[in-house]
């Protein structure tokens, strides 16, 4: 089930009681508070998101309380999936401004991307097929009955990796600008936001309680391969270019140019003296 809130989840629970004998809602890490307790992150030592600026993350966080009531009912047998960043063939959240084929476009072209400053935060993602088995390998599991679990990859990467994923496949090495998420956010927070509400943080998180409960759960998918695939997909849709967001990514480049230029005009200051005793 998917639910965004705690009113879709008890209509959820309310239609489905008496007519399903277990009951999976698919959550998101997003929902934890930020900065995580543990490294790698594990579900029973984190808690819920209280920050009410990150919509998303909140209304997670919300139905998570609501089903936990629900899970302590005679009875019960609901579980509660929390995979990461999820992506996969027809992706279309993908990049820093959710660009897509732009980013396949931009290398080849040889134009610059942005990127999070913050981009060499360690980061666990989710590729679909492999959140399929898991969900798979959760139905009627009374294991996993009335319980919490992270389903996801155990590839650790970091984000500018995805575009040097998309960079191999191009041939081309990718021209990244790191700005900070803080000033992301302030231009279109809308677009931006959760980059610095969520994407920041260090995001390893660990997946030794869903194996217990389904030792059958072993990550098939490698970040490149996993990365071909969405772009395979992209051209295979004839996916093209978004001339709005290329524009417009092209603007924070080029702003990103004239500051780093003012900056470096401080190389010429008179040297400071110090010493290190």
Same mark, same amino acid.
């Given at each position: ?6 009113? #879709? ?18 959550? /998101?890490?997003?929902?934890?508070? *930020? ?8 579900? #029973? ?61 931009? &290398? $080849? ?21 492999? +959140? ?46 790191? &700005? ?7 231009? #279109? ?9 969520? $994407? ?5 998180? /660990?997946? #030794? ?8 759960? *072993?990550? $098939? ?32 480049? /080029? ?10 005009? +401080? ?9 290190? $005793?």
């Amino acid at each position: 089930m998917i639910c965004f809130g705690p009113k #879709d989840a008890a209509q959820t629970v309310e239609i489905f009681r008496d007519k399903a004998q277990h009951l999976i809602f698919t959550s /998101s890490v997003a929902a934890y508070d *930020k900065p995580y307790k543990s490294l790698p992150t594990r579900e #029973d030592l984190e808690k819920p998101l209280t920050t009410t600026t990150f919509a998303y993350g909140k209304d997670k966080a919300a139905f998570e309380q609501y089903l936990f009531g629900e899970m302590k009912k005679p009875g019960a047998a609901i579980t509660i999936i929390r995979p990461s960043l999820t992506f996969g063939p027809g992706a279309r959240n993908f990049g820093t401004l959710r660009q897509n084929y732009n980013v396949v476009h931009r &290398i $080849k072209e040889g134009k610059p991307l942005v990127m999070i400053g913050e981009t060499v935060a360690p980061w666990t993602f989710t590729y679909v097929e492999d +959140l399929a088995r898991g969900f798979l390998l959760t139905c009627g599991n009374e294991n996993t009955y009335n319980d919490h679990f992270q389903v996801l990859n155990d590839e650790v990467v970091i984000w500018e990796d995805l575009y040097q994923a998309i960079g191999k496949l191009a041939g081309k090495e990718p021209i990244i600008y790191r &700005i900070p998420s803080d000033l992301l956010k302030e231009i #279109d927070e809308k677009l931006m936001g959760h980059l610095n509400y969520e $994407k920041v943080y260090c995001s390893v998180f /660990s997946i #030794d309680k869903f194996q217990k409960a389904a030792p059958d759960y *072993k990550p $098939k998918w490698k970040f490149q391969d996993a990365i071909a695939k969405v772009v395979e997909s992209w051209e295979s849709d004839k996916l093209g270019v978004d001339e709005a967001k290329d524009a417009f990514e092209d603007k924070i480049c /080029s702003c990103y140019e004239d500051f780093r230029a003012s900056l470096l005009k +401080l190389k010429d200051h008179e040297p400071f003296s110090f010493s290190f $005793k």
